[in-house]
Antibody
Framework: EVLLEESGGGLAQPGRSLRLSCAAS????????LHWVRQVPGKGLEWVAG????????GYADSVRGRFTISRDNAKNSLYLRMNSLRPEDTALYHC??????????????WGQGTLVTVSS | DIQMTQSPSSLSASVGDRVTITCRAS??????VNWYKQEPGKAPNLLIY???SLRSGVPARFSGSGSGTDFTLTITTLQPEDFATYYC????????FGQGTKVEIK
């Protein structure tokens, strides 16, 4: 069974940083691209960032480019999202998502339940 | 950025009904469209990928069609577990989602 478990969310002040983590199990981790997708509770979905199987390529939404960094550690079956210069509009539930393919091709096949990030003073 | 516009934003239907949800892309996305179902308090679940390919394990009452800018998700015989919110999403560039269609019980 594919499992994706996020952690690291919480309350942060505007301008501060947070680091999200995702622990994966149940599949060959280094065969797949991975993403972070966020959802404001009760609202829609927004792709945030993606990374290929070998970290050779990464991509970001315009809303987070230059502030967020996605990375992975295939030895630890883990995905990360470093979030700097946080803004109130970054408040959302952040999901770790596995792609169908080895690159990040925006096919969101398996989802974690998410970790909540709240940015407020 | 590619915009995805779903219609309707909500609908009321009865068990056994045929339901159709449409999605329009702001530019040609070929067949790079996927459909998801989200139940309250749960993460989205992929139903259809590449416009018309049914994900393994998804009931055959779900189907997708379309290409270019216009796409459709059809549920042929609505079941009680199908009352949820459905999202289209393009995978041509940067993975944008539609705003969702809530399917409610009539």
């Amino acid at each position: 069974e594919v499992l994706l478990e996020e952690s690291g969310g919480g309350l942060a002040q505007p301008g501060r940083s947070l680091r999200l983590s995702c622990a994966a199990s149940g599949f060959k981790f280094d065969d797949y691209g991975l993403h972070w997708v966020r959802q404001v509770p009760g609202k829609g979905l927004e792709w945030v960032a993606g990374i290929s199987w070998n970290s050779g390529s990464t991509g970001y939404a315009d809303s987070v480019r230059g502030r967020f960094t996605i990375s992975r550690d295939n030895a630890k079956n883990s995905l990360y999202l470093r979030m700097n210069s946080l803004r109130p509009e970054d408040t959302a539930l952040y999901h770790c998502v596995r792609d169908i393919y080895g690159d990040y091709l925006w096919y969101f096949e398996y989802w974690g339940q998410g970790t909540l990030v709240t940015v407020s003073s | 950025d590619i915009q995805m516009t779903q219609s309707p934003s909500s609908l009321s239907a009865s068990v056994g009904d045929r339901v159709t949800i449409t999605c329009r892309a702001s530019q040609n996305v070929y067949t790079y469209v996927n459909w998801y179902k989200q139940e309250p308090g749960k993460a989205p679940n992929l139903l259809i990928y590449a416009a018309s390919s049914l994900r393994s394990g998804v009931p055959a009452r779900f189907s997708g069609s379309g290409s270019g800018t216009d796409f459709t998700l059809t549920i042929t015989t609505l079941q009680p577990e199908d009352f949820a919110t459905y999202y289209c999403q393009q995978s041509y560039s940067a993975g944008t989602f539609g705003q969702g269609t809530k399917v409610e019980i009539k």
